[in-house]
């Protein structure tokens, strides 16, 4: 199996706004092969910003890899950039493989 997760670094005070966004977007995930469950995470809250994670678990590496080269992986991200003022820079990718 495979983990996927973005860190999200979102300015304090948009919260509600970028976890509505999620609630309320089409993700394609369940038109894609080999994709197993998804879930958005939230961490600490520091000073600027509190701390958010999408996490998503793969059968395998390939399958995030087809799934970031798909029709459903453009739709699902196609109007990412019109929410730019609620987050505090880039979003940052970590990809895990299970050992255990």
Same mark, same amino acid.
Do not use: C
């Given at each position: 199996?495979?983990?996927?997760?973005?860190?999200?670094?979102?300015?304090?005070?948009?919260?509600?706004?970028?976890?509505?966004?999620?609630? =309320?977007?089409?993700?394609?995930?369940? #038109?894609? +092969?080999? !994709?197993?469950?998804?879930?958005?995470?939230? %961490? @600490?809250?520091?000073?600027?910003?509190?701390?958010?994670?999408?996490?998503?678990?793969?059968?395998?590496? =390939?399958?995030?890899?087809?799934?970031? #080269?798909? +029709?459903? !992986?453009?739709?699902?991200?196609?109007?990412? %950039? @019109?929410?730019?003022?609620?987050?505090?820079?880039?979003?940052?990718?970590?990809?895990?493989?299970?050992?255990?």
């Amino acid at each position: 199996m495979y983990i996927a997760m973005n860190r999200f670094k979102i300015k304090n005070g948009n919260e509600k706004d970028f976890e509505n966004l999620w609630r =309320n977007r089409e993700t394609f995930l369940d #038109k894609v +092969e080999g !994709f197993k469950k998804f879930n958005l995470i939230k %961490g @600490e809250k520091f000073e600027e910003y509190t701390l958010y994670a999408s996490h998503s678990t793969w059968s395998s590496k =390939n399958s995030f890899i087809n799934w970031t #080269k798909s +029709e459903e !992986f453009r739709n699902a991200h196609k109007n990412a %950039g @019109e929410n730019r003022d609620l987050y505090l820079g880039h979003p940052q990718f970590e990809g895990f493989e299970v050992i255990l």
